[in-house]
C-alpha cells in the first residue's frame, strides 16, 4: 500500500507537443531574422555613412590645397612692371597641359598669369567634360630664383634691322647668365618674357627664338601693339635667374584619352618647376580627391577690399576696374559619393544645381546633368552606368588673393 502511494505521487514529466515545437521554432527564427537585419541594415547604414564621410572629407581636403596654391600664388612674380601683362611663348606638351601656365594672348603671344582657369574639354589633354557645363582646370604660378625683383639694367640699343630676332644691349649685363629668364618691361604696361640663349659680349643680349622655347618667334614684333626700335630704348629689364617658376595644375580626370569613362572623376594636380628651359619628363598626376565632377571657377573684382563683381576665367575685369583690383577666386566642388545610395534624386532628367545665382547674379545658372545611362565599359565607377544612385554635394570656398595678380 505504502508502494502504491508512493508511486502515485511521483510527479508527472511531459515533453512538448509537436505543434509547441514547430511555434517555438517559427517565433525563434522570426526573432533571429528580425536580429540579423537590425543588425545588417545598421552595418549598411554605417558603412554608408563611413564612406560619405570618407567623400566629404576628401572633398575638404582638395579645398584646403586649391587654398593653399591660390594663396601663394604670384609670390615672388615681379609685378609692378607687368601690371598689363607678359608675352611669352611657354608650348603645350604633346602628352597634356602640364607644361601650360599661360592662355592664348593677341598674335600668338601668351599671357603668364600667376592664377589662370579656362574649361576642360572632351579630348586632350584632359578627356572630361560633363555635358551642358564648363568644368574649369586650375593653374596657378609662383615665382622664381629673384623675388620682386625692380629693373636690374636698362636697354642701350638693339643690334640689326629685324625686331623679330631678339638682340639687344644693355647698359649692365654683369647679373646675367646663360639661361636666364628676363623681363623687358614694354611700353604699354606689360612686358616681353625671353630666356638668354648667348652672351655676346659688351652687354649683349641674344635671346633667339629657336634655342629656347621660352623665346616669342615674333620677337619684339610679336607684341601686341608691335614696338618699334626707338620705344626700346632705355626700357628696364628683370633678369629672373634660371631656376623657373613653380607650378600647380589641378583638373578632373576619369581615366583619360582611351581609358576615359572607365575610372570615378576624381581631382588631379601635378606640381613641377621650370628649369633652364632643359627637357622634363612630365611628372605624374597625383591624386587629390576620387568622386569630383565639376569644379566652377570665378574671379572676384572689386575696390577698396569690397568684391563687387564676379566674373568668369577668361573674362576681363569690369569696367573701370583691372588685374590688379583681383581680390578673390570662388571655387566650388561638385562631389559624388563613392558608395552606391540609391533613390536620392527624382525626374526624367536628374540633375544637381552647382551654383544658382543666387549668392553671385553675376554668374551663369551652373546644373550638372546626372548621367544615368552610361554605357559598359565607361560607367565613370556607376553601377550599372546610372550615376543617380548617389549622394552629390557642392563644397564652395571664396579664396583672397594675397598677392598681385598680372593683368589677363
Not at 533571429?32 to 549598411?44: D, Q
Not at 592664377?115 to 609662383?142: C, D, E, K, M, R
Not at 629656347?212 to 620705344?231: E, R
Not at 554635394?393 to 594675397?402: D, G, L, N, Q, Y
Request: glycine share 12%; with cysteine.
Amino acid at each position: 500500500m505504502l508502494s502504491r502511494l508512493r508511486s502515485d505521487t511521483r510527479p508527472h514529466e511531459r515533453g512538448f507537443t509537436l505543434t509547441e515545437l514547430l511555434v517555438a521554432l517559427v517565433i525563434s527564427s522570426l526573432a533571429a531574422g528580425a536580429i540579423y537585419g537590425a543588425f545588417t541594415g545598421l552595418s549598411s547604414i554605417t558603412t554608408q555613412t563611413r564612406a560619405q564621410d570618407n567623400a566629404w572629407q576628401q572633398a575638404r581636403t582638395a579645398m584646403t590645397m586649391l587654398t593653399q596654391a591660390i594663396e601663394q600664388a604670384g609670390y615672388g612674380l615681379p609685378m609692378n612692371e607687368c601690371g598689363g601683362g607678359i608675352y611669352t611663348n611657354v608650348p603645350v606638351s604633346t602628352n597634356g597641359a602640364q607644361y601650360t601656365v599661360s592662355t592664348p594672348g593677341p598674335n600668338g603671344g601668351l599671357f603668364l598669369t600667376p592664377v589662370a582657369a579656362a574649361p576642360q574639354a572632351n579630348s586632350s589633354p584632359y578627356y572630361y567634360s560633363p555635358a551642358g557645363i564648363n568644368t574649369y582646370a586650375l593653374t596657378t604660378v609662383t615665382g622664381g630664383s629673384v623675388f620682386g625683383a625692380a629693373p636690374v639694367t636698362t636697354i642701350s640699343g638693339t643690334s640689326g634691322k629685324s625686331l623679330t630676332s631678339v638682340n639687344f644691349f644693355v647698359r649692365n649685363a654683369s647679373a646675367f647668365y646663360q639661361n636666364d629668364l628676363f623681363l623687358i618691361a614694354l611700353p604699354n604696361s606689360s612686358c616681353l618674357m625671353g630666356q638668354v640663349t648667348n652672351l655676346g659680349g659688351a652687354g649683349n643680349i641674344i635671346a633667339e627664338s629657336g634655342k629656347s622655347t621660352f623665346n616669342v618667334p615674333k620677337g619684339f614684333s610679336g607684341t601686341d601693339p608691335a614696338i618699334t626700335t626707338s620705344q626700346l630704348v632705355n626700357r628696364g629689364v628683370v633678369d629672373l635667374g634660371s631656376t623657373g617658376f613653380s607650378v600647380n595644375n589641378f583638373f578632373i580626370s576619369d581615366g583619360g584619352s582611351a581609358l576615359a569613362g572607365t575610372q570615378v572623376p576624381s581631382l588631379y594636380m601635378q606640381t613641377y618647376t621650370y628649369l633652364n628651359n632643359t627637357a622634363q619628363t612630365p611628372p605624374p598626376a597625383l591624386l587629390v580627391a576620387r568622386g569630383i565632377v565639376d569644379m566652377q571657377v570665378a574671379f572676384g573684382y572689386g575696390l577698396n577690399g569690397v568684391v563687387t563683381q564676379y566674373v568668369l576665367p577668361g573674362s576681363t575685369p569690369p569696367a573701370g576696374m583691372t588685374a590688379a583690383d583681383l581680390l578673390t577666386v570662388e571655387i566650388t566642388l561638385l562631389v559624388r559619393s563613392t558608395r552606391y545610395t540609391p533613390g536620392h534624386y527624382a525626374g526624367a532628367t536628374p540633375s544637381k544645381t552647382v551654383w544658382n545665382g543666387t549668392s553671385n547674379p553675376s554668374l551663369p545658372k551652373v546644373v550638372y546633368a546626372i548621367p544615368t545611362n552610361l554605357p559598359a565599359g565607361q560607367s565613370m565607377g556607376c553601377v550599372q552606368g546610372n550615376c543617380n544612385q548617389y549622394l552629390y554635394r557642392t563644397f564652395t570656398s571664396v579664396i583672397p588673393v594675397r598677392n598681385d595678380i598680372w593683368g589677363q
